[in-house]
């Protein structure tokens, strides 16, 4: 099984804050995904990175993929009570799909 | 963009019957589709994946008698989950794959359906 570990588990900050969660993993990945999901909806696709050291800007988030890709981070700047949800890292290998454990971010206004 | 369905959006059940959630790719062919569980905010587990015209491969763990599924079209993939009990109960989602597409990561996911068994 390729385990990919996200932290934090959980997180809950004030609107206006910065916040980086981190996606990590032993194995080596094609690419990898970010995605949202708010409750009791599907995933949302964020982003996909494939190159490593690849930084992907989207308004006020920031991916950025391993140099060994192995790893993903996503920076968000300046939250917003939009931006809560669960955050679920992918990584792609061959023909299989990993999902990350999940990160649970909650934005107070 | 490829949309994908899932129906029911939530059922409620008792314990002992079965219960059939449909998996619809509305505007695009998937040959091959996936079936997750959800626990409230945590990841989601692949159950099994599901090829249009083939038996379904199942994780280990997951029974295959317990959760039928049938890809009958390139449009359509159905899970039964048979006898439901209390510990069934979950949010299922699907995803498609796009056919002919180069890479895995060309998946669209379902907005879920809501199981509760009483």
């Known amino acids: 099984t390729q385990l990919l570990e996200q932290s934090p588990q959980f997180l809950s900050i004030q609107e206006g804050e910065n916040l980086t969660v981190y996606c990590n993993s032993s194995?080596?990945?094609?690419?990898l995904q970010w995605y949202r999901q708010e409750p009791g909806e599907g995933p949302v696709l964020l982003v996909t990175?494939?190159?490593?050291?690849e930084v992907k800007k989207l308004k006020r988030l920031t991916f950025q993929f391993g140099d060994a890709r192995k790893d993903s981070s996503l920076h968000i700047t300046a939250a917003q009570t939009g931006d809560t949800g669960l955050y679920l890292c992918?990584?792609?290998?061959?023909?299989?799909?990993?999902f990350g454990t999940g990160t649970s971010l909650t934005v107070i206004p | 963009g490829a949309v994908v369905s899932q129906h029911p959006s939530w059922v409620i059940c008792k314990s002992g019957t079965s219960v059939k959630i449909e998996c619809r790719s509305l505007?695009?062919?998937?040959?091959?589709m996936f079936w997750y569980r959800q626990f409230p905010k945590q990841s989601l587990m692949l159950m099994a994946t599901?090829?249009?015209?083939?038996?379904?491969?199942?994780e280990q763990g997951v029974e295959k008698d317990k959760f039928l599924i049938n890809h009958a079209s390139l449009t359509l993939s159905t899970l039964t989950v048979t006898s439901a009990h209390p510990e069934d109960s979950s949010f299922y989602i699907c995803?498609?794959?796009?056919?002919?597409?180069?890479?895995?990561?060309?998946?669209?996911f379902g907005p879920g359906t809501r199981l509760l068994v009483l």
């Open positions: 599901s090829n249009e015209g083939s038996k379904a491969t199942y």
């Open positions: 992918a990584g792609i290998t061959g023909n299989q799909f990993y």
């Open positions: 990175v494939v190159t490593g050291g």
């Open positions: 505007d695009f062919q998937a040959t091959t």
């Open positions: 995803s498609a794959g796009l056919a002919g597409a180069l890479r895995q990561e060309t998946q669209y």
């Open positions: 194995s080596v990945f094609s690419s």
